[in-house]
């Protein structure tokens, strides 16, 4: 028996376009594939097997004959790691900010910079611009002696070894750079300090964080918020935090980063347990409203040692958290050449 074929409507010429489409493709140096031979209308995919649980378990005990998939967890999983690999062409910069001190600022810089480099294949790094005797390298892995200071003294950065001398690596392979521990040096660190340090790292690594200083008006915060491709403003979930990241916002709106504000992302980070006494939804629905986007941390008990932070001892609802932080700051890195004024 034949097979049916629908008939074609009168003046309808489907190879007919379609040949003259890839005939102009051709004249104009390009090959367009023709529309009836893509992917996603040939070809039935293969599930990718099931990576744990009993899933996996019958994959394996039938040779893989039986391949159920993997279940809805793995699969959101796996949508959430690919977010977290979003694809990056040059260098990405992320400014990690409060006005407040103790709300998690430099806690959240060394866990969201951990889940880029523990799940990106490109170079992480962190570095710290806060005035007032930071404390980003001891929370990320065993303080190195090396500091900002001595990159910028260095004689030659022009090759990858050269700068890793500078640096300490954490165990997710995030590396950082401390700030300098004589107060009086410190205070010394200026805008233009900030502007050639990041371009010294810009040619080696492609997710620059920056943990930043409680106030907006010391000598290198000019050069962060120029440089920052994207703010992470961290909050606690009480009234004094919240009306401080409101008011950085305002700031924000009134001194020409109003870009800056809206693409900004925020953090409320629980640092202590328990039910909090301010309304959290309200707080949510106020940075929405003002944000691209707001992310709520669960209290976490190894994150309030105050020691160096590592995230397989994390509880998983705060890792869960932390991951979804990444996915969504990653979803601006198509957004790469949008960089501030320098």
């Not at 959101?76 to 690919?82: G, H, I």
């Amino acid at each position: 028996m034949d097979a049916h074929v629908s008939p074609r409507p009168a003046g309808a010429d489907p190879a007919g376009t379609n040949q003259a489409v890839n005939q102009a493709a051709l004249q104009a140096g390009n090959l367009a594939p023709d529309p009836g031979l893509d992917q996603s209308t040939l070809i039935n995919p293969v599930k990718a097997p099931p990576s744990k649980g009993w899933r996996r378990v019958v994959h394996t005990v039938t040779g893989g004959r039986v391949n159920l998939g993997g279940s809805a967890k793995q699969l959101r999983e796996e949508q959430l790691r690919a977010a977290i690999r979003a694809p990056l062409r040059g260098d990405y910069r992320i400014a990690v900010m409060s006005l407040k001190g103790g709300v998690g600022k430099t806690t959240t810089t060394v866990a969201l910079g951990g889940v880029f480099a523990a799940e990106r294949g490109d170079r992480v790094i962190a570095i710290d611009a806060n005035p007032d005797l930071g404390t980003l390298a001891q929370r990320a892995a065993v303080a190195a002696p090396a500091t900002i200071r001595d990159l910028l003294a260095a004689p030659d950065t022009s090759r990858y070894p050269q700068v890793r001398a500078f640096t300490n690596q954490a165990t997710s392979r995030l590396e950082v750079i401390g700030s300098e521990r004589d107060p009086a040096v410190s205070e010394a660190f200026s805008e233009a300090d900030y502007r050639r340090a990041v371009d010294i790292l810009q040619h080696h690594y492609n997710v620059i964080l920056t943990d930043c200083g409680t106030g907006l008006m010391h000598s290198a915060m000019a050069g962060v918020l120029d440089l920052a491709n994207t703010l992470v403003l961290v909050t606690s979930p009480a009234l004094d935090g919240a009306q401080s990241a409101s008011a950085t916002l305002d700031w924000l709106n009134l001194h020409g980063y109003d870009q800056l504000a809206a693409n900004a992302v925020v953090v409320i980070s629980a640092s202590a347990p328990g039910k909090p006494t301010i309304d959290i939804a309200r707080l949510v629905e106020h940075f929405a409203a003002r944000t691209r986007a707001v992310h709520s941390v669960p209290y976490d008990r190894h994150l309030a040692e105050g020691a160096v932070v590592e995230l397989d001892r994390l509880a998983p609802a705060t890792v869960r958290a932390y991951r979804e932080l990444a996915a969504t700051v990653a979803a601006d890195f198509p957004s790469w050449h949008r960089h501030a004024a320098w």
